[in-house]
């Protein structure tokens, strides 16, 4: 039986190098966006409902590229198309974004970028999947974390950099993004399409032919879970009937709450959601079970291994987007002490926030090479535990620590949190799912990390506002109070493939 190749140091690194371009744009927005919002005139309370364009972004996209890729077989590959068509478009977002003459037109581009970066994120993670034999999967995430981590140490100091080193500016007329973050973002654009053609060019995709030889190890249940679709319409009507009954009821109802707006994207969510159940079900009973149908069907009999992961997923990621949306703000007037965004102090403020995100990405990017070490000793799991629970503690600590400089500590385990976020859950999914269906669970494992991002835009300007009176610093804690709930929920987990037995125990498909 043909096995695949463990693939050489190099060779991963080419397969991730595609990702310096991403994270190069994903780190450029989250260092800047609310920045750039805040200058054009946003509140600090409407940020998260601006923010909305991310996770809804994934939301759609995800899933969907990721059913269309596992489909897709032409003279670029499986999942490199995608990686194109996506480069191109964020690349141009990028360019776009800093020279937002207005807040609409700022809050459209993010829809525009995090719509054309999922497009060419979500294969870079089946693409692990489809390359990789079980025992390298972990190393090849990890390698996709350290491109990660060490890229948006770059993109992070950007500003910095041209205002320290270039003497650009840092400040701007009202209304207007200044000139350091304007050529960050150019540069961004330029990193972005040059990376992700360097994986293009430099990787050979296996075939679908090569892909069913070496995965005949899959057993008749897990082949049958990728390819046959059998469900019942009448339960598919009854629960999209009810589903839809939901998200008009609470739609209705949040008209008379005027305090957050936010609240509609989780009501028409449910409602949409219902009415595409529904059409499953309308297509089929004529006889058609693919796109759409074969979409909401795999969606609802998830792996039981992903389930878990996916209710892990939901905590942690609503204590990253706090953390994404409010560290600004959080440190330009909790640390720095002004609210002021045409102030120098502001601006100092921001730029070193740049700084606090390279500290979190160096040490992502060092951390990547610890943890396939730490998962051979004691487990993907007990790994993903130790290093969310660090993560937790290190949110709860930015309000303790007062000093501008202590934050490092704080960013710095993150990091660890975030490493491992980046790495054990991807790694674990990737051996737990059938490869037929690598993109597509790939994409929908997407899903419990957007809905967190959606749930947090709707909610923490509410709490910011009334709650804790203004004060951006105390979402960042409920978000580390989120992530050690998820550290708790990752101790059930069940790892079916587990590093740590791997010298111990044969490799699937290895006889």
């Known amino acids: 039986m043909r096995t695949k190749p463990q693939l050489s140091f190099w060779q991963l690194w080419n397969m991730s190098f595609g990702y310096v371009g991403i994270q190069f744009g994903f780190a450029l927005q989250n260092a800047n966006v609310s920045r750039i919002f805040e200058t054009l005139g946003a509140k600090v309370e409407d940020i998260p409902i601006l923010w909305i364009a991310a996770p809804v972004s994934g939301l759609i996209v995800q899933p969907i590229i990721g059913h269309m890729s596992d489909k897709t077989w032409n003279r670029l590959g499986r999942r490199k198309p995608y990686f194109l ?6 690349s141009l977002a990028l360019l776009i974004m800093p020279n937002s003459p207005a807040l609409w037109v700022a809050a459209g581009t993010l829809w525009l970028m995090d719509g054309s970066i999922n497009i060419t994120m979500q294969p870079f993670r089946a693409f692990i999947g489809d390359m990789l034999p079980d025992e390298q999967r972990t190393q090849g995430f990890a390698v996709q974390t350290f491109f990660i981590g060490a890229s948006s140490v770059i993109a992070s100091l950007l500003p910095y950099i041209f205002t320290e080193w270039f003497n650009i500016a840092n400040t701007a007329p009202e209304g207007q993004i200044p000139p350091s973050v304007k ?44 390819s046959e679709i059998k469900l019942i319409p009448r339960t598919y009507y009854l629960e999209g009937g009810v589903l839809v009954a939901v998200g008009v009821v609470l739609t209705y109802l949040v008209r008379s709450l005027a305090w957050y707006q ?10 949409f959601y ?80 740049g700084v606090l995100w390279a500290v979190w990405n160096a040490t992502a990017a060092v951390v990547a090479f610890l943890l396939p070490v730490l998962a051979r000793k004691i487990g993907r799991v007990s790994t993903h535990v130790v290093c969310l629970f660090i993560g937790g503690l290190s949110l709860i600590s930015m309000v303790l620590f007062k000093e501008p400089k202590l934050l490092l500590i704080s960013m710095i385990a993150s990091g660890v949190a975030w490493a491992s976020l980046l790495t054990m859950p991807y790694a674990i999914l990737s051996s737990a799912v059938p490869h037929r269906k690598m993109g597509v669970y790939m994409g929908m494992f997407n899903l419990f990390v ?42 059930f987990v069940k790892d079916s493939k587990s590093e740590k037995d791997s010298d111990e125990q044969p490799v699937a498909g290895s006889h």
């Not at 506002?465 to 929920?489: D, E, K, N, P, W």
């Open 274 to 353: 219902g009415a595409l159940q529904i059409a499953a079900a309308l297509r089929y009973s004529a006889g058609k079970i693919g796109g759409m149908v074969e979409i909401i069907y795999d969606l609802q009999n998830m792996p039981k291994t992903m389930k878990q992961l996916a209710l892990v997923t939901l905590f942690t990621w609503f204590a990253l987007f706090a953390m994404f949306i409010y560290t600004t703000s959080a440190v330009t007037s909790f640390h720095f002490g002004t609210t002021d965004v045409q102030s120098e102090l502001y601006n100092q403020g921001a730029n070193y926030v």
């Open 262 to 271: 936010g609240l509609y994207i989780l009501s028409f969510g449910i409602a």
């Open 85 to 90: 068509v996506g480069a191109i478009l964020s």
């Open 183 to 226: 050529w960050s973002f150019y540069i961004g654009g330029v990193v972005f399409l040059a990376a992700v053609l360097w994986t293009i060019f430099s990787v050979r995709e296996y075939s679908p032919e090569e892909q069913e030889e070496f995965n005949v190890h899959e057993t008749d249940a897990a082949a049958k879970e990728g």
């Open 450 to 491: 957007v809905i967190p991002q959606i749930l947090a835009s709707a909610i923490l300007g509410l709490l910011v506002r009334t709650v804790f009176h203004g004060q951006a610093i105390y979402a960042i804690v409920l978000g580390g109070v989120s992530m050690i709930l998820s550290a708790a929920l990752m101790m």
